[in-house]
């Protein structure tokens, strides 16, 4: 496979804008005779529907949720960067793509994430004018705070619900266009397959999740917005129902798969209570700012902690990195908490450090801390039923974002022409570890302004021949998925798709998590076939296929997972080095950082599909740094 | 401890549904209400039974998809709280609780605890938006938006389109989903131009959905979990007021 990344040359700041221009147009009388599917309704996928739409593509849009005004992008917090340096601090293009790459631990494409900080400005405009509410000065100016990897106020945000006012932004321009009939929506249907005819994506394989009916959708070019595979874990911040189906079943029929291993651990969850936990749930990064994080200095302590006294207590961030103490990045904080519970120092279930707020109440009073995070604590006292104010509050880290995502070239368009990859889904900007408020700007840029523009150099580009059902290749996908759901549905073993999912995400999460080596990734590796063996033959999911049936959705899902977790693990184990999110413990400096290894690494994973069973082939794409030069990152 | 449930059963919106009886012995103080229903389910699943279907997602009372009533109180007795984010501690050894979908007309049920919401989406369809095509914003900061109408609107918008307004309405009225639309993008300079238009429209629309009219009850204000206020129902009538004067001619095109 040749990995053609279209990245333009001439200096970094001109390039997109050269490229665009050098881009072939599609007619706008001609734009109508185009059918583009968009999968997924999230910040990615609702902005790109909306947007080709009024460019009068015809758009069709789908999404597994009753209401496309439900994807998890909805859950984002914090808020949304752009160098709009409406603080006069001293913020530019040029620094949000420094801070990014450097942030990324120098594994994301420099053009990429240069073209994201120019559009960043653009992003922010357009959610003003649909009416987005972000927070406002008494001036009424568009106010600004902080956040991690960034010494500049440059994010936005609408109190604690960035994502969720960003997605109703993007879900009424998508509705706008609903009405005028240029998107016609698709809920509760899930993507099962995509259908490539002479090498190109020519539509997708649909099942209605309330009749189950398969349905047969053609296109001139597909689009998947379906976000990241967190839920490999089983355990993580993400929804429920995101999944890795589509982005799984385009790697099957062709797409690479970029570096898979590259996975955003969040220091600041809730913790594990028991078997039955069925999510995690992501408390902001924000509480760093006056929490303090510690552990009994003791193993196996188990005061409650208003009884262990100051001079038994371990502030270990604070004792370890004393400049950048509590705020170190998501990565290192993340680390630091794993390690202390190894050592036995865990608090709670034993998976727990504590953030003490006991402190900052101290010195600033209860109602001031009340009033910088009143929401959080509420939050955190509704699940884990303790007041934070009286009682330091206890954290673990969750997996919370994929970096790694569908290989895409410059045009955001994957290995299969036609076939592209916006927002989570691909593999992006981000590098190694992406910078917090980063994922909402590069979803919305995706589908707000790259891919309206990209898609219709290639449909003018490209002699799309007319295809109908008939087709063997349709005919194909469409018997393949019918074939799946029953025999999902005629084992009837005696384990739930469910407990089989938490098995592999303890595994996973063991293995391949927040540190990972050697032997733990080759014994994944073994131990994952087995289970999709037993899963096979042992899964037990009731009714039939012709209703709505949750556990029949769930157990298809699960199939994915447990195929992709093995090209997971592959890839971590092939990457020896440590790398932003990515840490083999084999490479650490001595005081225990990532230490990355330029020489041999400096690259993009693409894993190409090789058929069932077979070790599938990796592909490299070099990266090259010509503006911000690899450093080791140092927080000391 | 342990629960006694009686659970809305419907297998299809063709069937006639009855309540079921369970005994739920597995509950933990610290599971969420829709973790305690996984449980049960993972049981049922056991025992061959079919599973209860309830809809959920994000399970951090933000992407609005569950909800249902529990003991005719619609996402439970806890305020500003919605069904996922509701825990058993809440709850004593021995309850009895009854679940029930959302019940109104614009809501069909689908399948035991999940109803059809899609009416939602078409009030937004007829204009719920501000119409600005991508690639059309002036700066950011070329109109200035007074703090409290930017936190006012904020309060409306954070609408999560649960239903649970309609569930607990006796006329199954959309009134304060509607008013919380009609008051976020109503109250910000960028609204202005379609702000009468606007309002007609989603009013139309709510009647072609067959929700009922509001009588200013307030038993919406009281369940919404995210506890919008009944005055952007004040505000919608007052919009809609106003525009069906200014705009009596489109009032009536609209309404044929």
Not at chain 1, 379 to 392: L, Q, T
Not at chain 1, 457 to 485: F, I, N, W
Not at chain 2, 224 to 242: F, G, H, S
Request: glycine content about 10%.
């Amino acid at each position: 496979m040749e990995l053609k990344s279209r990245i333009p040359s001439g200096p970094i700041e001109q390039r997109w804008e050269r490229h665009r221009f050098e881009m072939k147009l599609v007619n706008p009388a001609n734009k109508r005779k185009y059918n583009i599917i968009v999968v997924g309704s999230g910040l990615a996928g609702a902005s790109a529907s909306a947007s080709l739409a009024e460019l009068g593509y015809n758009v069709k849009c789908f999404c597994f949720q009753d209401s496309p005004r439900r994807a998890h992008s909805i859950a984002a917090q914090g808020g949304i960067n752009a160098a709009k340096n409406y603080q006069n601090d001293g913020d530019s293009i040029y620094r949000l793509f420094y801070d990014t790459v450097k942030g990324g631990d120098f594994r994301a494409r420099e053009s990429n994430v240069y073209r994201l900080a120019q559009i960043s400005l653009n992003i922010i405009d357009q959610c003003v004018a649909q009416g987005v509410p972000f927070a406002r000065e008494y001036g009424g100016t568009l106010t600004n705070r902080s956040f991690g990897g960034a010494q500049v106020s440059r994010t936005f945000y609408a109190r604690g619900q960035t994502g969720q006012q960003l997605l109703l932004g993007a879900y009424q321009a998508l509705l706008r266009q609903v009405g005028a009939g240029n998107v016609k929506m698709f809920s509760r249907t899930e993507m099962l397959d995509l259908i490539v005819i002479d090498g190109k994506a020519r539509g997708i394989v649909t099942r209605n999740l309330i009749t189950g009916k398969i349905d047969l959708h053609l296109a001139d070019a597909v689009v998947l917005g379906t976000g990241g595979y967190g839920n490999v874990f089983y355990l993580s911040t993400n929804a429920k129902g995101s999944n890795c189906t589509a982005i799984w079943r385009a790697y099957k029929r062709g797409a690479a798969f970029g570096n898979p291993c590259f996975t955003q651990i969040h220091p600041t969850c809730i913790p594990v209570t028991g078997d039955y936990q069925s999510k995690l749930t992501l408390m902001s990064e924000s509480l760093r700012n006056d929490g303090r994080i510690w552990v009994p200095k003791k193993r196996g302590d188990t005061r409650p902690p208003h009884q262990i006294p100051e001079k038994e207590r371990d502030y270990y961030l604070e004792r370890k990195y004393p400049s950048f103490g509590n705020l170190v990045p998501r990565d290192v904080a993340s680390r630091n908490a794993k390690a202390v519970c190894d050592e036995g120092r865990g608090v709670g279930s034993e998976l727990g450090v504590y953030l003490d707020f006991a402190d900052a109440i101290r010195r600033w009073g209860k109602q001031s801390i009340r009033e910088r995070y009143g929401n959080l604590f509420d939050m955190y006292e509704r699940i884990a039923g303790e007041n934070p104010y009286e009682v330091p509050m206890r954290i673990y880290p969750a997996i919370h974002y994929t970096m790694g995502g569908l290989w895409v070239d410059y045009n955001l368009m994957t290995t299969i022409p036609g076939l592209y990859a916006i927002g989570e889904a691909n593999f992006s900007d981000h590098g190694a570890n992406r910078l917090g408020a980063s994922a909402l700007m590069q979803g919305l840029a995706d589908g707000y302004f790259i891919l309206p523009y990209t898609i219709g150099d290639y449909l003018a580009s490209t002699k799309l021949e007319t295809v109908d059902a008939s087709h063997s290749a349709v005919r194909d996908a469409e018997t393949g998925v019918a074939r799946q759901t029953n025999r999902l549905l005629e084992i009837r073993g005696k384990r739930t798709a469910a407990s089989f999912h938490r098995e592999l995400g303890r595994l996973l999460w063991d293995e391949c998590g927040m540190s990972r080596n050697k032997p733990g990734l080759k014994k994944a590796l073994q131990r994952i076939p087995e289970l999709r063996e037993e899963f096979w033959k042992n899964v037990n999911v009731l009714g039939s296929g012709e209703e709505l049936n949750q556990a029949l959705e769930n157990a298809g899902r699960v199939a994915d997972f447990l195929e992709f977790g093995g090209l997971m693990c592959l890839d971590a184990l092939h990457r020896n080095e440590s790398c932003g999110g990515h840490f083999r413990e084999e490479h650490q400096t001595p005081d225990g950082e990532a230490l990355r290894d330029d020489t041999h690494f400096s690259y993009v994973a693409a894993w190409e599909y090789a058929g069932p069973g077979k070790a599938p082939a990796l592909n490299k794409e070099p990266l090259i740094f010509e503006y911000v030069h690899p450093a080791q990152r140092s927080y000391k | 401890m342990k629960l006694t449930l009686h659970i809305w059963r419907q297998k299809n919106p063709n069937h006639v549904g009855r309540m079921v009886l369970y005994e739920h012995n597995k509950v933990n103080r610290h599971m969420s209400f829709l973790e305690m229903l996984d449980v049960l389910n993972e049981e049922l699943i056991a025992k061959g039974e079919d599973p209860i279907a309830f809809d959920h997602d994000c399970r951090e009372g933000i992407c609005g998809s569950c909800g249902f009533m529990i003991n005719g109180v619609a996402h439970g007795p806890q305020r500003g709280t919605t069904v996922c984010q509701l825990h058993m501690r809440h709850f004593k050894d021995g309850d009895v609780l009854y679940l029930e979908p959302w019940r109104a007309r614009a809501f069909p049920v689908v399948k035991d605890l999940v109803v059809d919401r899609s009416a939602f989406d078409r009030i937004i369809t007829s204009g719920g938006f501000i119409s600005v095509p991508t690639g059309n914003a002036p700066d950011g900061n070329a109109i200035p938006v007074p703090k409290r109408n930017a936190d006012l609107a904020m309060d409306a918008a954070t609408c999560i389109g649960c239903g649970a307004c309609v569930a607990a309405c006796p006329n199954a009225a959309a009134a304060l989903f509607t008013g919380a639309k009609i008051t976020h993008l109503g109250l910000l300079p960028q609204g202005q131009p379609e702000r009468y238009q606007r309002v007609l429209n989603l009013v139309v629309q709510v009647k072609q959905e067959l929700f009922g009219s509001c009588t200013n009850i307030g038993e919406c204000e009281a369940v919404c979990p995210k506890e919008i206020k009944l005055e952007v129902i004040a505000r919608m009538n007052r919009d809609y007021l106003r525009a069906s004067w200014v705009q009596r001619g489109d009032a009536l095109r609209n309404e044929e």
